[in-house]
């Protein structure tokens, strides 16, 4: 097989400079099963990390759903057909607040940017409010939202960006002030988008806040800011690209698990367990909105292999019983995270196949940000894949597939025991 530095070398060439890879020696990966990834040379890695085959890699009941459909018929929506329509009927049911109607797109970028539209149909207004480190997609649009990097032209005045929440330092100072400094923030910003005559439309979030370094919430945390919104007369989209599909074990729906009744829910990586599929569900009168001002037509949204692909994804979470699994196992392996023991861990913190190490350094959590990644690395060198989180990426993220079991549990705790040893404090 090729080397990594050839492979390196020929990917600038064809696919141009600066393309992102996980960890200072790439994995090339070419084979995987469940939560079990292999490289070219034979060497196995236990995948921590990746929601994208929600229900494991090359899961057989998923590969059979899209080769039988492949066989058969793929074309695009403006051609009938049952698929998508029982996909829609069977996701919907899984849902409460009147969300009913469904436009199924490839990405979870389209999803949020269809999303924001949305907002900006119903409401007549431009104004978007999102955290100052969250991440929705990389459309023209969902980009402006990031909060790594940026656009070409500089920020856009009709963002505004409130400060996310914390664990460690909670804003109004303490964790029982922190719901009510969230939603101020936010109506501060509603103001100031009224106030420059953009006025205010939409609030995304994660209800999970993934990116933000999924800090500890109680349920009810969003009240007062869905008060402040809806008093504003905007609408709420939640982002449940990386929480949703029951990954966090006791709920299906990030919104669910926080108490949140959102206007519009997207999707997107989990939907198909790594085939390009992802959604928008809303409210029947949203849809409607957006249909007549917007006239939106995706050709390969909700295509029939799609549909296919998605309808195994939810046959294979009941059958299987992942979401339970998700719930049991996630609570052993917090377990025994809880148990590691080094000067460097601040926190442990998640809920289900959704669970994380936040570091800190002498209290200050930017400079763990070294420790973090060398703590990545060595979990690499030992083979399990995982990446870092949080503001300043000091915290590590795990995620792994939801058939991940007990067994493999261990192995991830005592390798991150054996890494987090290895390196000087």
Same mark, same amino acid.
């Given at each position: ?62 590969? @059979? =759903? ?5 066989? *058969? /018929? ?7 057909? #049952? &698929?998508?329509? $029982? ?106 988008? @009224? =106030? ?5 439309? *939409? /609030? ?7 990116? #933000? &370094?999924?800090? $500890? ?106 979401? @339970? ?101």
């Amino acid at each position: 097989m090729p080397e990594i530095a050839t492979l390196l070398k020929r990917r600038a060439r064809l696919l141009g400079p600066n393309m992102t890879t996980f960890y200072d020696n790439p994995v090339h990966i070419v084979r995987g099963d469940g939560a079990w990834l292999w490289d070219a040379d034979g060497h196995r890695f236990l995948d921590c990390y990746n929601n994208v085959p929600h229900v494991g890699h090359a899961h057989p009941k998923v590969v @059979e =759903a899209i080769t039988r459909q492949a066989a *058969t /018929l793929n074309t695009h929506t403006r051609y009938l057909h #049952e &698929g998508i329509l $029982d996909y829609a009927e069977r996701l919907t049911d899984t849902m409460q607040h009147d969300l009913e109607t469904l436009i199924m797109v490839c990405t979870g970028s389209e999803a949020n940017d269809i999303a924001l539209r949305m907002g900006r149909a119903v409401t007549g207004k431009t104004g978007i409010v999102c955290t100052d480190n969250t991440y929705h997609g990389n459309t023209d649009l969902v980009s402006h939202l990031s909060a790594k990097k940026t656009p070409i032209g500089g920020a856009v005045d009709w963002v505004k960006k409130v400060p996310s929440p914390d664990t460690l330092a909670p804003l109004g100072g303490s964790v029982d002030a922190q719901p009510q400094a969230f939603a101020d923030e936010i109506q501060k910003a509603i103001d100031a988008l @009224e =106030a420059e005559g953009h006025g205010f439309g *939409t /609030l995304i979030l994660c209800p999970f806040f993934a990116n #933000e &370094g999924f800090p $500890d919430l109680p349920k009810g945390f969003l009240d007062p800011t869905v008060e402040v919104v809806r008093r504003a007369g905007g609408v709420i989209i939640a982002d449940e690209v990386q929480p949703g599909f029951g990954r966090t074990g006791r709920n299906f729906w990030g919104h669910d698990r926080i108490g949140l009744a959102p206007d519009i829910v997207t999707m997107g990586k989990p939907m198909g367990n790594g085939h390009p599929v992802a959604a928008v569900v809303t409210r029947p009168e949203i849809m409607a909105e957006f249909r007549t001002r917007f006239g939106y037509f995706n050709t390969f949204g909700g295509n029939p292999v799609s549909a296919a692909a998605a309808m195994a994804v939810l046959d294979v979470l009941e059958d299987e019983g992942l979401v @339970e699994n998700a719930r049991d196992t996630g609570d052993y392996t917090l377990g025994l995270l809880k148990e590691l023991d080094h000067p460097m861990i601040a926190d442990i913190r998640g809920a289900g196949m959704f669970l994380g190490v936040e570091f800190a350094k002498d209290g200050d959590t930017q400079a763990a940000a070294a420790f973090c990644a060398q703590t990545v690395e060595g979990m690499r060198e030992r083979g399990v894949l995982l990446h870092s989180v949080g503001r300043h990426y000091h915290g590590i993220k795990i995620r792994p597939p939801m058939c991940f079991d007990k067994a493999q549990a261990d192995v991830l705790v005592e390798t991150l025991s054996a890494t987090l040893k290895a390196l000087p404090a």
